[in-house]
């Protein structure tokens, strides 16, 4: 490919890291926004990362065999089309204010969202010099943590209203009226994702057009030839593995309830709270570079246990104090969830030799966790208060900092910031 082109092509294929990244974290503005257009439970509105991370776990494996079959690229103008379909649902999903809609909207994004993170990253690596592969893809990453900063200011400048009714105010609601209310507030989501779905299209157009290269996949016969053992009996993976679904689901419902959080225990308009949310996202973002540069100086599992015990601690407080101090709380933890994903990746699959494409799909699987474990918060706020919510994620902090520990006497792993 010539100088110009290859150079078009790396920034397409880098626009896909900022479009997933931003349509992941629009579901932080989704929960409470649908749960007042819907009228949902708690519960029920965290089914909405649920339809996103249970797409991941269903579609992982059927992204991979569409791709062998025919080509990366197939496979990235596949899922750009089932993100721009998704999206385009929205509307109807809005005009019918049925939650299932959305849920179904919400599931064919996301089975798009599969197909661009499998081939991303591959691409990244093959456009442009060999030894400037690793630079390329932490470069290409970063548009993922502008996005995950973006989506909560945008969506919550576009989408949410900033009003919400108290019980006493809808009862004293005619039907009809709480009804204009009601439509008003689900028609917020129909412009932003009329536009999200034809900025997909566009990007989808210009990659058809666009010359990339092909990928060959080897096998690696001699490593092959050393599996003599089964997945199952690698028992630091499978230690790996609950540890990344348990972090995944606290990672998700630390997001996916901010908004309602900082509402109910600190008085925080919803707009000012996606702010704040959108402030700790970029933290996040911030502590992933960071975390990278600490572990040149101090292990990889000691980091991890040191960041999990400071969550532990944050979200207790989150938990136990009133005011706004438990929303800074909760910001803080954004910032020391930043490494967790890569490294425990990085640790789980340490040491496979062969088996580790197949490692790597386990725990990559395993972030269906943060399909279920937002549920599970959403029936204790149900229950109790959004505030008592918050010892599920953290809880789950405790099981990372056990695998962190069993991995404390490894001295390095191999960690590049992760999308997620």
């Given at each position: 490919?010539?100088?110009?082109?290859?150079?078009?092509?790396?920034?397409?294929?880098?626009?896909?890291?900022?479009?997933?990244?931003?349509?992941?974290?629009?579901?932080?503005?989704?929960?409470?926004?649908?749960?007042?257009?819907?009228?949902?439970?708690?519960?029920?509105?965290?089914?909405?990362?649920?339809?996103?991370?249970?797409?991941?776990?269903?579609?992982?494996?059927?992204?991979?065999?569409?791709?062998?079959?025919?080509?990366?690229?197939?496979?990235?103008?596949?899922?750009?089309?089932?993100?721009?379909?998704?999206?385009?649902?929205?509307?109807?999903?809005?005009?019918?204010?049925?939650?299932?809609?959305?849920?179904?909207?919400?599931?064919?994004?996301?089975?798009?969202?599969?197909?661009?993170?499998?081939?991303?990253?591959?691409?990244?690596?093959?456009?442009?010099?060999?030894?400037?592969?690793?630079?390329?893809?932490?470069?290409?990453?970063?548009?993922?943590?502008?996005?995950?900063?973006?989506?909560?200011?945008?969506?919550?400048?576009?989408?949410?209203?900033?009003?919400?009714?108290?019980?006493?105010?809808e009862a004293a609601m005619s039907p009809a009226q709480l009804s204009q209310y009601l439509s008003h507030e689900a028609s917020a989501v129909q412009a932003p994702y009329l536009i999200?779905?034809?900025?997909?299209?566009?990007?989808?157009?210009?990659?058809?057009?666009?010359?990339?290269?092909?990928?060959?996949?080897?096998?690696?016969?001699?490593?092959?030839?050393?599996?003599?053992?089964?997945?199952?009996?690698?028992?630091?993976?499978?230690?790996?593995?609950?540890?990344?679904?348990?972090?995944?689901?606290?990672?998700?419902?630390?997001s996916s309830f901010f908004i309602r959080f900082a509402g109910r225990v600190a008085g925080v308009e919803e707009k000012a709270a996606a702010n704040f949310l959108a402030a700790a996202?970029?933290?996040?973002?911030?502590?992933?570079?960071?975390?990278?540069?600490?572990?040149?100086?101090?292990?990889?599992?000691?980091?991890?246990?040191?960041?999990?015990?400071?969550?532990?601690?944050?979200?207790?407080?989150?938990?136990?104090?009133?005011?706004?101090?438990?929303?800074?709380?909760?910001?803080?933890?954004?910032?020391?969830?930043?490494?967790?994903?890569?490294?425990?990746?990085?640790?789980?699959?340490?040491?496979?030799?062969?088996?580790?494409?197949?490692?790597?799909?386990?725990?990559?699987?395993?972030?269906?966790?943060?399909?279920?474990?937002p549920v599970l918060m959403g029936w204790v706020s149900d229950l109790s208060s959004i505030q008592t919510a918050y010892v599920v994620p953290g809880a789950c902090f405790l099981v990372?900092?056990?695998?962190?520990?069993?991995?404390?006497?490894?001295?390095?792993?191999?960690?590049?910031?992760?999308?997620?």
């Open positions: 490919m010539k100088p110009s082109r290859n150079l078009f092509a790396v920034g397409l294929i880098t626009s896909l890291f900022f479009l997933w990244g931003f349509a992941l974290n629009l579901n932080p503005i989704l929960i409470p926004h649908l749960k007042k257009a819907c009228q949902l439970t708690d519960t029920q509105s965290a089914l909405i990362d649920s339809a996103s991370y249970v797409a991941y776990f269903l579609m992982a494996l059927p992204a991979g065999w569409f791709m062998h079959r025919y080509g990366y690229k197939g496979g990235i103008i596949v899922g750009l089309l089932l993100f721009a379909f998704g999206a385009f649902l929205f509307y109807p999903a809005a005009e019918t204010r049925t939650y299932a809609y959305f849920l179904g909207a919400l599931f064919i994004i996301a089975c798009g969202l599969t197909f661009l993170e499998t081939a991303a990253n591959p691409y990244v690596t093959v456009l442009g010099d060999p030894d400037g592969a690793t630079q390329r893809l932490n470069f290409a990453q970063s548009f993922n943590g502008l996005a995950a900063t973006l989506a909560p200011f945008l969506g919550g400048q576009f989408i949410l209203s900033g009003r919400s009714l108290s019980a006493a105010e999200i779905g034809a900025v997909v299209l566009l990007v989808a157009v210009a990659l058809y057009f666009t010359r990339l290269p092909d990928i060959v996949e080897h096998d690696d016969a001699v490593g092959s030839a050393g599996a003599t053992t089964s997945i199952w009996q690698e028992k630091n993976l499978l230690f790996g593995v609950l540890a990344q679904f348990f972090y995944v689901g606290a990672q998700v419902c630390i996202l970029f933290g996040f973002m911030v502590g992933r570079f960071i975390g990278t540069a600490l572990m040149r100086v101090v292990p990889p599992a000691r980091l991890l246990a040191f960041y999990c015990v400071a969550n532990v601690v944050l979200v207790g407080l989150a938990v136990a104090l009133e005011g706004t101090l438990p929303v800074y709380a909760l910001m803080g933890v954004e910032f020391f969830m930043s490494i967790m994903f890569p490294t425990i990746f990085s640790l789980g699959i340490r040491g496979l030799g062969a088996k580790t494409k197949t490692g790597s799909s386990l725990i990559i699987m395993s972030i269906v966790g943060g399909a279920m474990f990372v900092l056990l695998f962190a520990l069993k991995n404390a006497r490894v001295k390095t792993a191999n960690v590049l910031v992760a999308a997620h």
